[in-house]
């Protein structure tokens, strides 16, 4: 995975500021596994790979498993309140900010359906469930 990192770094700086400022994080997780070398380094995965497991199957799982995971998240973040609690009149919003942290008023929604466009290989995620 590590050579999509010029590719996450070019698809990051095409990015407007606040679209810019969502991804991000996605973009240092991306940087975290990489540096740890997952697949690499923990002792299931090198059992799999001993056992004949496929490297690139192995590291599409873990992918696939994150991508899940952080489409979940901003799933969740895009409801705006605990769909499953009722009588509970609260909830939140995800709101831009400013360089400054303070927020610009502009709420930033939809970000789930916004999550395999930022697949930095161009590929949408297509690869994913290959």
Do not use: I
């Amino acid at each position: 995975m590590s050579d999509l990192q010029p590719a996450w770094q070019e698809w990051l700086n095409s990015l407007d500021v606040p679209r810019k400022a969502a991804a991000e994080p996605v973009a240092r997780c991306d940087r975290r596994l990489n540096r740890a070398g997952l697949v690499r380094s923990t002792a299931p995965p090198q059992r799999l790979l001993a056992a004949g497991a496929d490297r690139e199957d192995l590291v599409r799982l873990v992918r696939a498993v994150a991508y899940e995971a952080v489409f979940a998240t901003l799933d969740e973040l895009d409801a705006g309140g605990d769909v499953n609690v009722s009588g509970v009149n609260a909830g939140w919003v995800v709101m831009e900010s400013g360089e400054d942290g303070s927020p610009t008023g502009r709420a930033l929604a939809d970000l789930h359906e916004d999550l395999l466009t930022m697949d930095p290989s161009g590929r949408d995620g297509a690869d994913l469930w290959q």
